[in-house]
């Protein structure tokens, strides 16, 4: 059953009411210093009136109130501005990493002002993010310092270069009992075609990912994507007025119906071993090609059904990164799908940076996963 749920703003204090979850609501203006400041509506089954002020989400429950969520969707939804911004007014130029890999004044100012977010929010916090500060400082190109502390200045006007690279190294690439992990722009290269791309943010407490969430302004009319441990997968505009839906996978059971998902650069997948594996499992359409984790995304909502990251040829020793993975493996189990690795094992993230543990990656709408590890097996 869909529930009309609602929650009603006072300050900077948020509170989350549902049918069902008056109690709770209750308890919640109990606790609050000034219970009576509190306007809590609640709906039954009723649209709420739309009014800038009332956000209203069609599902079950998230806890919009709870710290770390807040911060996940208000971060993200500052980081993509952000990034749009950079996109709009800046000709597309791009640094090379030492691993040959693009980074742009984007990656690096995301990354700053996320990194500045989280001091500010949870200053005992770690990031564990893509970029770092030395290839910033290192590079010869001119100006592209001084392009990224002026674009951080558009969310924070008085940061200095110093506090930049600071911003960017925050937490360094520590992971603990406790951090969060960050890819600035995830699909880099689909940034600099204009094709889609992502800011990806997931929070890890021991070794599990408890809140995944991506930023997609490509996707549709710009999506936020933030799925909580136990409390499902969620989509909202990025821009206006916020307005959660609940995100579930497709229903495909078929694997000739199946919508296959697959990076856009032939190089970060193995194209000769997926036609095989499309032949075994019996896929006929061609698969969508797509940068980012808004593949997961689009699993997550239900338009595509299965998606393979397959071993390079060229990189077979390849491990996936611990940012490209954390947000979009959560979107997609709280969807109803399923992720492992190729080998059918659940992605490890309590081992650092990188997956070591795992190789490659399968999604799928749960259906069809078993066909595709059988498939992965015998090719
Ligand atoms: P996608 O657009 O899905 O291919 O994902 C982009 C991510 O792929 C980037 O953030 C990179 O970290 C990652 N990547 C880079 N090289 C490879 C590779 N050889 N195999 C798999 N992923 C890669
Ligand atoms: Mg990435």
Known sequence: MLYQLSYAHH????????????????????????PLALEIKIWHLKPAPSTPKCEKIMGTM??????EIGFAIGALKEAAQLAQQIQREMAPTALTKEDKSPVTVADFAVQALL????????PEDTLVAEEDSATLRGTPQQGIQNQVVESVA??????????????IDRGGKESGHRFWTLDPIDGTKGFLRGNQYVVALALVVKGEVQIGA????????????????????????LTGLERFEKLRVSACEDPAQARLLRSFEAEHTNVGQMDELMQAIGVSAQPVLMDSQAKYAVLAEGTGDLLFRLLSPTYPDYR?????????????EEAGGRITDLDGKPLDFSVGPLLTQNRGVVASNG????AALKALRAH
């Not at 900077?12 to 203006?29: D, F, H």
């Not at 991506?214 to 505009?237: D, E, T, Y």
């Not at 996936?320 to 997609?332: H, T």
């Open 320 to 332: 996936e990164k611990i940012w490209d993975q954390a947000a979009g493996s959560l979107v997609i």
């Open 214 to 237: 991506l930023a997609c302004p490509n996707l549709g009319r710009g999506s936020l994507i933030i799925a909580v441990r136990g409390q499902g997968c969620w989509r909202s505009p």
């Open 62 to 67: 998230i806890d919009l109130d709870h710290p």
């Open 115 to 122: 990194g500045r977010s989280l001091e500010t929010a949870f």
């Open 11 to 34: 300050g900077n204090s948020r509170i989350v009411v549902c049918p069902g979850a008056e109690e709770q609501a209750k308890q919640r203006t109990t606790d609050h210093p000034n």
């Open 367 to 370: 259906h069809l996963h078993e």
């Open 154 to 167: 558009h969310s924070v006007p008085d940061a200095t270069l110093e506090q930049v690279y600071q911003w």
